[in-house]
């Protein structure tokens, strides 16, 4: 290491600098104007146990891609077989998601097999059997494919929730993934957490369907649902009684257009009422398409739903041509602005589940900001004055390391945005304790060299040489469980190692690099013989 | 100011039989309480389930609070004072999503107590996916921080000191587990922490007694290896004794003014911090000779 004490002194006044400016912004908000411009101004980040907020696991059913793209595409080959003429029958168990194909003679099931193999590469035969002349045959989606639909189902929700919150107006969300079809969310700050959660979790599907008016709703409601129509519920909720009532509606199985082909949505007040509702536009596809479908079913009514729930089904009066359209239904403003920000967000391309959900208030985080502050300074105050006391001038100069220790710690802190969390204050007071113990194997280590007779001199040098290999592989060691530690944590834990490994990594550093120097000053500077140890 | 002088001759190895039987004993005691209380007590981290903190403004009985929860359908909900008109709920039930579950928590709080009465503090759910994967990596964390320090201790020491330090490790977190049983205290995400701190702090101290001992076999190769390790241990009982109380000291302060929410924390922390001393002095070196008797080709040793 460097010799001269000169050179050793302005390093670690160079460092100590440094983490002052790094710790300005985190010690007071009116910084002048220029160090703004030129110096850091973040603040050291709080976990969401100290500012308060919203951290959730999300899970995302990503088998349910794979399934809802195997009914496409059987739907797709159903149509594709029914225009080539191929004769089939096919038996959905929707419960099982088990699609199996019946044919009645050989030729048809070649026929099929041959259109299989050139437009669906991505289906595959799970069981094919002949039996009493007929042909049976079993799809699903190709294992490969399967596995690529689940990740990108994973991307994209990822993404579609990230647009969510960003236009929900959250300062520094965290959304990232985890594993292999979790994604981790955490907002910070937020107050109506059960809003969030529904903008986040809803799946925002929406569909545009018939109502099936040639068969009877009452046989359906009994149990006997006609062949390619579905019971939906409309729910609205009565203004004067706040009481939600449910109507069930009979309606077309197919969906004519998605929520994919939205371009915008955005909330409107309607003039009459002064109630709120949310007019979307068409992209230029499903302008087409609207026009085209509200163009062949003027006077049927055609019903819009979300996830599954009827919101309206207005009769169409007239052809609808330029793309524009409206949601109606009995939102509240909140409501109505949350169902525009996630239609203009996307729908997620599979249902996602909250597996942890995890929300502190601010005045708990308050509360333990300053229990845990005042818990550490009174720690600090004392194993400050212990050393003083043990050790005399030597302990000084340990609480100087000690002190230094802390600046740098936070410095550190601020300069690589970790986060501080409850467990992390505790980690720094942790860590004056830790610190003291390297100053404590130098100051034993030198008391013996001096018990055996040696020089002050002698005994600083041995004592520090000595101590050197200790301190580092007790430190490492520690470092090891440390990393652990953070590689097993979430939240709070991460931030109680981060504090604890950058504290041993700096208390080295303070307590063998710094504290020498004062004794080399005091030595060879001062030509001090005898020093309290 | 000397607690204790430079020169104290404990033999700390004729006393490590003992030591180890008051060990066994007191883990026989964790074993015990385990078995009496149906295993440990996990907490929703591992177990699954839902923890609410509320404060209400003004004092609320107990009784009411479980006849509200018990209205929106918790069945046995666990109520636990947590500071002055503060408490704590905890139930088993997390469900499958957690979508509702809080908003059905809101509104059988207001309905029983009216808005604004009361706060809610924080939120917990953990649904029984996550408490298993937790459950899986808190285990695979200690057992392979273990793992690491057994290779460094053993590459940078011998491999016999690597086992006695492991050894020493297992002790402290089943002392640790013991005592936490005992006070019937809750195993979370923070307890797992503070397991894998104990772990870095008595390796901590373990490191230093070994340290000793190399120095001090390398400067006196004919003197038995029973010696060497007594004397390290008491050359070096001042400074373990020192950290171990600063460390304790400021344990002792989080414990009482550090807030309720890191005081089953802390908690394992200082019982944790004893243990560790303790094994340090009388477990872990001594093993390094047992493993010596027991192995003779060992006694080379490292230049």
């Known amino acids: 290491m460097f010799k001269s004490i000169r050179i050793r002194a302005a390093v670690t006044i160079v460092i100590c600098l440094a983490s002052l400016v790094y710790l300005a912004p985190s010690l007071t908000s009116d910084l002048p104007d220029t160090w703004k411009n030129y110096l850091p101004t973040d603040k050291i980040h709080l976990g969401l146990d100290l500012q308060g907020g919203m951290h959730l696991v999300l899970e995302v059913q990503s088998a349910k891609a794979v399934e809802s793209t195997l009914e496409k595409t059987v739907g797709d080959l159903k149509e594709n077989l029914m225009d080539k003429r191929v004769r089939f029958k096919l038996r959905e168990r929707t419960k099982d998601r088990d699609f199996t194909f019946e044919f009645p003679d050989v030729a048809s099931r070649d026929d099929f097999d041959k259109i299989l193999k050139n437009d669906y590469p991505d289906l595959e035969t799970t069981t094919s059997e002949m039996a009493e002349g007929r042909g049976l045959v079993s799809l699903k989606i190709r294992d490969k494919r399967a596995a690529e639909i689940q990740k990108m189902a994973v991307e994209q929700s990822l993404e579609t929730i990230r647009n969510r919150v960003d236009q929900f107006g959250i300062t520094e969300p965290e959304i990232i993934p985890q594993g292999k079809d979790r994604i981790i969310v955490q907002l910070p700050g937020i107050k109506d957490t059960a809003r969030a959660k529904s903008l986040i979790g809803r799946t925002a599907l929406l569909e545009f369907k018939l109502v099936d008016e040639e068969h009877s709703l009452d046989e359906a409601l009994k149990g006997n649902v006609p062949e390619g129509s579905i019971v939906a519920y409309e729910s609205r909720m009565d203004r004067n009684s706040g009481r939600r009532t449910q109507t069930p509606l009979l309606l077309n199985g197919r969906t004519l257009l998605t929520g994919d082909a939205l371009e915008g949505a955005k909330v409107q007040i309607s003039d009459r009422f002064g109630e709120p509702h949310v007019s979307i536009k068409f992209n230029a596809q499903g302008a087409r398409d609207f026009d085209r479908i509200t163009g062949e079913n003027v006077k049927k009514r055609l019903a819009i739903v979300l996830d599954g729930l009827v919101h309206s089904a207005p009769v169409i009066q007239e052809r609808i041509s330029g793309g524009q359209a409206q949601i109606t239904g009995s939102f509240t403003m909140e409501e109505a602005s949350d169902l525009a920000i996630v239609l203009r967000a996307g729908a997620l391309p599979a249902p996602v589940n909250i597996l942890e959900e995890r929300t502190v208030g601010p005045s708990l985080g308050r509360d333990s900001i300053d229990k845990g502050t005042w818990a550490s300074v009174i720690a600090g105050i004392l194993i400050l004055m212990f050393m003083v006391l043990y050790y005399r001038l030597t302990g000084f100069i340990a609480d100087m390391a000690l002190v230094m220790n802390m600046l740098l710690l936070l410095g550190v802190m601020a300069a690589f945005k970790a986060t501080l969390t409850l467990p992390g204050i505790a980690g720094i007071a942790l860590t004056i304790g830790m610190a003291v113990d390297a100053n404590v194997l130098i100051n034993e280590r030198i008391r013996e060299e001096l018990h055996l007779g040696k020089t002050l001199r002698a005994a600083i040098e041995a004592g520090y040489t000595k101590a050197f290999l200790t301190i580092f592989d007790s430190n490492v060691t520690t470092l090891v469980a440390a990393l652990f530690l953070f590689g097993f944590g979430t939240g709070p834990v991460k931030g109680f190692a981060v504090t604890l490994t950058i504290g041993i990594v700096v208390s080295m550093f303070t307590a063998i690099f710094v504290t020498r120097i004062v004794f080399d000053y005091l030595i060879w500077n001062r030509r001090v013989e005898k020093i309290s140890i | ?303």
């Open chain 2, 1 to 303: 100011m000397e607690i204790i002088k430079v020169e104290t001759h404990i033999n700390f190895v004729r006393m490590m039989k003992s030591a180890v039987l008051v060990s066994i004993a007191v883990i026989a005691v964790g074993i015990a309480s385990l078995i009496w209380h149906g295993g440990p007590n996990f907490g929703i981290d591992f177990a699954g389930g839902t923890l609410i903190q509320i404060k209400f403004q003004q004092e609320t009985p107990t009784d009411k609070i479980r006849a509200a929860f018990k209205s929106m359908g918790f069945e046995g909900s666990i109520i636990q004072d947590f500071g002055p008109n503060e408490v704590i709920v905890r139930t088993a039930e997390s469900g499958a999503d957690a979508k509702e579950l809080t908003s059905r928590v809101e509104e059988a709080l207001s309905t029983a107590f009216g808005k604004g009465a009361y706060e809610l503090r924080r939120i917990e759910v953990v649904g029984p996916k996550v408490g298993r994967d937790l459950t899986r990596k808190a285990l695979l964390a200690i057992f392979f921080s273990w793992i690491g320090i057994l290779i460094y201790v053993g590459v940078r020491f011998e491999f016999r000191y690597a086992l006695g330090g492991i050894v020493a490790l297992i002790h402290d977190v089943l002392i640790t587990i013991t005592f936490l049983s005992l006070f019937n205290k809750e195993f979370d995400l923070n307890i797992v922490a503070a397991l894998l701190t104990i772990i870095g702090f008595s390796i901590n101290d373990t490191i230093v007694i070994f340290d000793r001992i190399r120095e001090n076999s390398r400067k006196n190769i004919r003197m038995p290896l029973m010696d060497i390790i007594n004397t390290s241990v008491n050359q070096t009982l001042s400074r373990t004794l020192l950290t171990s109380f600063t460390v304790f000291m400021v344990l002792l302060v989080l414990f009482f003014f550090g807030g309720s929410v890191i005081h089953d924390f802390t908690f394992a922390l200082l019982v944790g911090t004893i243990a560790g001393v303790y094994s340090t002095v009388f477990i872990a070196s001594p093993i390094v000779l047992l493993f010596e008797t027991i192995k003779p080709t060992g006694l080379k040793r490292k230049r």
